[in-house]
Nanobody
Framework: QLVESGGGLVQAGGSLRLSCTVS????????MGWFRQAPGEEREFVAA????????RYSDSVKGRFTISRINAKNTVYLQMNSLEPEDTAVYYC????????????????WGQGTQVTVSS
């Protein structure tokens, strides 16, 4: 089970930190990713981190503004979002993947329920 938290309403230029806590499995054995989906849009890759945290990827749209991290001892992955823009408004999902570390949402096996992030201009 994946449970996200930390979403909310923030003004442009502000920051939020999303958390995703995983239960029911071995957290250190899965790669983790963050995705987002705006109304009427397809689910979009945001960031991904390998099991150990050794490798990280970001979408071009968030690179330099967002930071993904994980603490395996806490079964939690984070997404620190700075310099938020109205275009970042979406439902943000965390996801877990057991084998192939990927930026495609199609590769991920387990998903959270999502948390809404709204950035006002």
């Amino acid at each position: 089970q994946l449970v996200e938290s930390g979403g909310g309403l923030v003004q442009a230029g502000g920051s939020l930190r999303l958390s995703c806590t995983v239960s029911g499995g071995t957290f250190s054995s899965v790669h983790m990713g963050w995705f987002r989906q705006a109304p009427g849009e397809e689910r979009e890759f945001v960031a991904a981190i390998t099991r150990t945290g050794y490798m990280i990827r970001y979408s071009d749209s968030v690179k330099g503004r967002f930071t993904i991290s994980r603490i395996n001892a806490k079964n939690t992955v984070y997404l620190q979002m700075n310099s938020l823009e109205p275009e970042d408004t979406a439902v943000y999902y965390c996801a877990a993947e057991r084998t192939n570390w990927s930026t495609s949402h199609l590769e991920y096996d387990y998903w959270g329920q999502g948390t809404q992030v709204t950035v006002s201009s």
